[in-house]
């Protein structure tokens, strides 16, 4: 799979109750462009974890992939430190 082109994004698991399904919330912090304020802003993504390895609290690194179902356009690239370290 090459990632050349696909875009990347960290965040933490928050749910792993489907099959082969986690959902990802991701965090971003920018300054308003009118208020100079620090605003922070949520999203969350379904992602593809194929070996059930997610737990909740793990922070993971998830890639962009073709539609592998209604909402689910991501997939677990890795998991970069696992819930309790």
């Known amino acids: 799979m090459s990632l050349e082109h696909k875009m990347i994004r960290s965040g933490v698991v928050v749910s792993n109750k489907a099959d082969k399904t ?5 965090e971003r912090k ?3 462009p009118l208020y100079s304020r620090t605003v922070k802003q949520t999203a969350k993504f379904m ?3 194929e070996t059930n390895a997610c737990q909740i609290g ?11 179902s209604k909402r689910k356009r991501w997939m677990v690239l890795e998991i970069t430190q696992k819930a309790g370290e």
């Not at 986690?22 to 991701?26: A, G, I, L, S």
């Open 47 to 49: 992602a593809h974890d």
């Open 22 to 26: 986690v959902v990802v919330k991701v």
């Open 30 to 32: 920018f300054q308003h």
């Open 58 to 68: 793990d922070v993971v690194k998830i890639v962009e992939s073709r539609p592998l």
